[in-house]
């Protein structure tokens, strides 16, 4: 697997656990702090995510972390 393909699926699993949660984009990287652009590009598979933000966006979301790379 291409590291543009780990991204691209790390993010469409992030968009897909938050949509769940019924949060939008925006609101979402508030809460969680980061930038809403960048929390865009993540969700879009342009970013490779540090850990710190891996653990910031699974805790947003209430999930482990290790559930992001399902």
Partial sequence: ???DDVKVLFG???RQ???QKGVSQE???HTIQIDRSYFGSIERGGRNV???????IAAGLEVAPAELLR
């Fill in 17 to 19: 656990l938050r949509k």
């Fill in 12 to 14: 469409r699993r992030v």
């Fill in 50 to 56: 540090s850990l710190e933000n891996i653990c910031r």
């Fill in 27 to 29: 609101a979402f990287a």
């Fill in 1 to 3: 697997m291409a590291p």
